[in-house]
């Protein structure tokens, strides 16, 4: 195969031509289906160089300029017009067919609608055109299609106009008045239910609000566009940013690579995050219903009315949205917990892709596909840079920044480096340093280490940072980080509590009138995202359990408690010693579970003992073998020290109707079945007279760690009762691909042949291949190597069909060097074989080949 090529940041150019107004005109007929784009183009500057347009899949059928046959040549998936017109008219006449389109980009059919994807550049499957961000157009899209197959006709915008022609087919037209780059282009056709609602805005303006969803599922489209209407007034109440179109519209679907599309007024959405009831969804999925749809809303401002200039910007949209949309989870529900969440998902996930062959910064310098940089370093250490930012200014600079960035920016493609300037000019305060942010990848190690002086009453903290090589990297500077800490006296005061600024390679904090040595909670709230080392003894980190004013350092402790037994069990099963756990640790927890201080969420969580994946991430190289044994000992000690307070909290909820009691009460059943099987009835039981979603499953997962057949027959019940569920029957083969037991693999693969499965349908593929590869750590990391086959001949199955999603299951599989030698060349032996594939999609070829690397 020809090698595929990269694109540098450093070789951006603007653009030679300029679309100022899109008219298209659309004929859904299936495989015939025909695009007529009528573009008003402008030459940008002196010069004579030919029109290049962008095109894949397209069947052309006719080129004008100014309403005259015009040449052209189709070269390397680019269309070539020679003219010498400053200012024209182009109208470009092609034929696409969306139903054998299962690559998920461009124009496609889902389960009998049309719909499109056209992040990152899925446009150019429509029709040839400019399909970069930085060229905005004002669009005007005529759709017409059979109207008994496609009653509803969507696009971008406010309908203009609509009617009937003959042979049955029926005709709309939408305008958008407001630039858009192709990219938030949409369209959506088919039959569907649809809840409307209304939102009256800060200026007494009427908004319509409509959800569409499949036949039948009317009655789970209510929390979703309950999930609009308070977004759109947070963002109007915290932000100052009201919506700007007279409907907003919300179309679920099965068949969706991302969760959701921010699309103008036209959000296309993963049915996971639209559809939901109590018997069918969990409080989990509740939450990230909410989530999404709040962050789409918001792109609405922070990506679509200000959007970035080229596709190495993407975190100026999608960093800052997911601060936004984390702002307002933690504004309307839990702050701490909403927290742990985003800090979890860093230091399992996006740590691991920082010490990885992926590694970038948050402004990528090279892609080679750009769909592979849609990553937790993008979207999550974005918002963590974006958070830094918000610490170092405060709320009041920080929304002045936001101000004048929209002040300056609104109807423009811009640059990270403008959303800086915008802050920094705003607040006043240098951001010079902490622009490194955006340009060195890697995790910084932070080291602390702390002496107090009795004759002074003086506490020094010194604190070291260094950022580790990373591929194409080397020699990082010292970053800005800003270093939240709390100073604790014997008695559980607080002493001291601010946010340092760290910019120092080596950096001495000294605070002096300290009375008696305190304890140190560091990096509180996850301050910035950055590895700390400090050699925390049980003793303090038990006091921080107790004293910490920050729940998010409560929960913090005690996964450092938590880890600290684990690697010492390491090391006694490498030493050949035996393996033991501390009294206090089992005291520690048992403490949490009779706090009458602490919330049930928050106690959830501290009692979620670190995953293995977690474990991995805190260490250079592992002894799997070691860890799998130790983890599984420590988890048993806990749970059989604790036997009597989790017995006690699961019986006290049992009838507790509250999410968060829920989060408890499955979580200490889950480790009340490590204690003795015999306690497997209580899983029976809940199933039983369970009346939601987070209740069944909280039974099969606390069940789900043996072969029992109290397991077997409630998964057999359970299949019974939602096979003709989807988002229901997702849980089910995530269940399957977590069975953490010898046997997993083998069932997996009869599971390939189950009718409810399909490699065509994303969130199937990611529910049963994807979890196992990312969440069963210790049966993928099988040293017969059945774990790396079974995800290995999936990505070749999927590399046709949807390569994509073949790139972003890969992941556990590039990882590799954390692992002993052996695993090593098993997983290396692997992606030798997808490398070997012909036709390897570029989404693959870029991981694959800088793994081997």
Same mark, same amino acid.
């Given at each position: 195969m020809t090698q595929p090529q990269a694109k540098y940041l450093k070789d951006y150019q603007a653009p030679l031509f300029q679309i100022t107004h899109l008219d298209l005109d659309i004929s859904l007929a299936g495989e015939n289906s025909v695009i007529q784009a009528t573009s008003s183009i402008e030459r940008v500057g002196e010069h004579q160089q030919p029109l290049k347009l962008d095109g894949e899949d397209i069947n052309l059928k006719s080129v004008k300029i100014n309403g005259v046959e015009s040449a052209?040549?189709?070269?390397?998936?680019?269309l070539i017009i020679d003219t010498e017109e400053q200012t024209f008219e182009l109208e470009i006449v092609s034929v696409v067919d969306p139903e054998s389109n299962t690559?998920?980009?461009?124009?496609?059919?889902?389960?009998?609608?049309?719909?499109?994807?056209?992040?990152?550049?899925?446009?150019?499957?429509?029709?040839?055109?400019?399909?970069?961000?930085?060229?905005?157009?004002?669009?005007?899209?005529?759709?017409?299609?059979?109207?008994?197959?496609?009653?509803?006709?969507?696009?971008?915008?406010?309908?203009?106009?609509?009617?009937?022609l003959e042979g049955g087919l029926h005709?709309?037209?939408?305008?958008?008045?407001?630039?858009?780059?192709?990219?938030?282009?949409?369209?959506?056709?088919?039959?569907?239910?649809?809840?409307?609602?209304?939102?009256?805005?800060?200026?007494?303006?009427?908004?319509?609000?409509?959800?569409?969803?499949?036949k039948g599922n009317?009655?789970?489209?209510?929390?979703?566009?309950?999930?609009?209407?308070?977004?759109?007034?947070?963002?109007?109440?915290?932000?100052?940013?009201?919506?700007?179109l007279d409907i907003y519209m919300i179309v679920a679907v099965d068949f969706f690579n991302m969760g959701a599309m921010e699309n103008k007024g036209l959000n296309v959405f993963n049915t996971k995050y639209v559809l939901a009831d109590k018997a069918s969804a969990t409080d989990d999925d509740y939450h990230g219903i909410e989530s999404v749809v709040g962050h789409e +809303? $918001?792109?609405?401002?922070? /990506?679509?009315? !200000? *959007? =970035?200039? %080229?596709?190495?910007?993407?975190?100026?949209?999608?960093?800052?949205?997911?601060?936004?949309?984390?702002?307002?989870?933690?504004?309307?529900?839990?702050?701490?917990?909403?927290r742990i969440h985003a800090i979890k998902v860093m230091k399992n996930q996006q740590f691991a892709e920082d010490s990885g062959p992926m590694a970038h910064p948050i402004r990528p310098e090279s892609v080679i596909e750009m769909n592979n940089f849609y990553t937790v370093t993008v979207y999550n250490k974005g918002a963590e840079v974006i958070r830094?930012?918000?610490?170092?200014?405060?709320?009041?600079?920080?929304?002045?920044?936001?101000?004048? +960035? $929209?002040?300056?920016?609104? /109807?423009?493609? !811009? *640059? =990270?480096? %403008?959303?800086?300037?915008?802050?920094?000019d705003a607040s006043q305060v240098d951001l010079g340093q902490f622009r490194l942010w955006y340009s060195q990848a890697g995790t910084p190690q932070v080291t602390a280490t702390e002496s107090y002086d009795d004759s002074t009453n003086s506490y020094c903290l010194t604190l070291s940072q260094e950022t580790p090589d990373t591929p194409g990297q080397t020699d990082k500077l010292p970053q800005h980080i800003p270093f939240d800490i709390e100073l604790i006296d014997s008695e559980g005061n607080s002493l001291v509590n601010q946010v340092l600024d760290f910019k120092q390679q080596t950096q001495n904090f000294v605070f002096e009138n300290i009375k008696s040595r305190p304890v140190a909670s560091l990096l509180q709230d996850f301050s910035a995202p950055v590895k700390l080392e400090f050699d925390y003894s049980i003793e303090q980190l038990l006091h921080l359990m107790r004293f910490a004013n920050s729940e998010v350092a409560k929960w913090e402790a005690s996964v450092s408690l938590f880890s600290q037994s684990i690697w010492q069990c390491v090391d006694n099963l490498q030493n050949g010693k035996a393996m033991h756990i501390d009294s206090r640790l089992v005291d520690g927890f048992k403490g949490v579970l009779l706090s009458e201080s602490l919330n049930e969420a928050l106690m959830a969580e501290i009692l979620t003992l670190t995953?293995?994946?977690?474990?991995?991430?805190?260490?250079?190289?592992?002894?799997?073998?070691?860890?799998?044994?130790?983890?599984?000992?420590?988890?048993?000690?806990?749970?059989?020290?604790?036997?009597?307070?989790?017995?006690?909290?699961?019986?006290?909820?049992?009838?507790?109707?509250?999410?968060?009691?829920?989060a408890l009460k499955n979580t200490c059943l889950s480790l009340l079945l490590k204690v003795d099987?015999?306690?497997?009835?209580?899983?029976?039981?809940?199933?039983?007279?369970?009346?939601?979603?987070?209740?069944?499953?909280?039974?099969?997962?606390?069940?789900?760690?043996?072969?029992?057949?109290?397991?077997?027959?409630?998964?057999?019940?359970?299949?019974?009762?939602?096979?003709?569920?989807?988002?229901?029957?997702?849980?089910?083969?995530?269940?399957?691909?977590?069975?953490?037991?010898?046997?997993?693999?083998?069932?997996?693969?009869?599971?390939?042949?189950?009718?409810?499965?399909?490699?065509?349908?994303?969130?199937?593929?990611?529910?049963?291949?994807?979890?196992?590869?990312?969440?069963?750590?210790?049966?993928?990391?099988?040293?017969?190597?059945?774990?790396?086959?079974?995800?290995?001949?999936?990505?070749?199955?999927?590399?046709?069909?949807?390569?994509?999603?073949?790139?972003?299951?890969?992941?556990?599989?590039?990882?590799?060097?954390?692992?002993?030698?052996?695993?090593?060349?098993?997983?290396?032996?692997?992606?030798?074989?997808?490398?070997?594939?012909?036709?390897?999609?570029?989404?693959?070829?870029?991981?694959?080949?800088?793994?081997?690397?």
């Open positions: 052209y040549t189709e070269k390397n998936g680019q690559s998920l980009e461009g124009l496609y059919m889902s389960d009998g609608a049309y719909c499109t994807q056209c992040e990152a550049e899925g446009f150019r499957r429509i029709t040839y055109f400019l399909d970069r961000p930085d060229v905005l157009a004002i669009y005007t899209v005529r759709i017409e299609a059979n109207k008994t197959a496609f009653p509803f006709l969507l696009s971008n915008g406010n309908l203009v106009e609509s009617g009937d005709y709309v037209k939408w305008h958008d008045p407001f630039p858009k780059p192709a990219y938030l282009f949409a369209l959506v056709a088919g039959d569907f239910d649809l809840l409307e609602d209304e939102y009256i805005t800060r200026s007494d303006r009427a908004v319509k609000l409509q959800v569409f969803v499949d009317l009655h789970k489209a209510h929390h979703a566009i309950a999930s609009l209407k308070k977004s759109m007034q947070w963002d109007e109440t915290r932000f100052n940013l009201e919506y700007d +809303y $918001f792109h609405n401002w922070t /990506g679509n009315r !200000v *959007t =970035c200039r %080229d596709w190495f910007q993407l975190s100026l949209k999608e960093g800052l949205t997911v601060f936004r949309d984390q702002e307002f989870s933690s504004d309307v529900g839990s702050r701490a917990v909403n830094m930012m918000h610490t170092l200014l405060g709320e009041d600079k920080f929304q002045a920044g936001m101000a004048l +960035y $929209f002040n300056r920016h609104d /109807g423009q493609a !811009v *640059t =990270c480096d %403008d959303f800086v300037a915008a802050m920094e995953s293995a994946s977690s474990l991995i991430e805190q260490t250079e190289s592992v002894d799997l073998d070691s860890l799998a044994i130790a983890r599984q000992f420590a988890v048993n000690e806990i749970a059989q020290g604790c036997e009597d307070e989790l017995l006690a909290k699961v019986r006290q909820l049992q009838s507790t109707d509250s999410a968060d009691a829920r099987d015999s306690y497997r009835y209580i899983a029976e039981q809940q199933f039983g007279t369970a009346d939601n979603m987070t209740d069944t499953l909280g039974a099969l997962t606390a069940l789900n760690s043996d072969c029992s057949s109290e397991r077997t027959a409630l998964m057999t019940a359970y299949e019974s009762r939602w096979v003709e569920t989807p988002l229901a029957m997702d849980k089910w083969f995530s269940l399957h691909a977590t069975f953490a037991n010898e046997g997993c693999i083998e069932q997996l693969e009869k599971l390939l042949q189950h009718e409810g499965f399909s490699m065509s349908n994303p969130n199937r593929v990611r529910s049963l291949i994807g979890v196992f590869a990312a969440a069963n750590t210790f049966e993928f990391h099988r040293k017969d190597a059945k774990g790396y086959d079974f995800l290995t001949k999936a990505i070749i199955k999927l590399n046709k069909v949807n390569p994509q999603v073949a790139a972003r299951i890969i992941t556990p599989l590039i990882q590799f060097k954390k692992f002993d030698l052996e695993r090593q060349a098993l997983m290396r032996k692997s992606l030798e074989s997808i490398l070997a594939i012909d036709e390897l999609s570029k989404d693959l070829y870029e991981k694959v080949t800088k793994a081997l690397s």
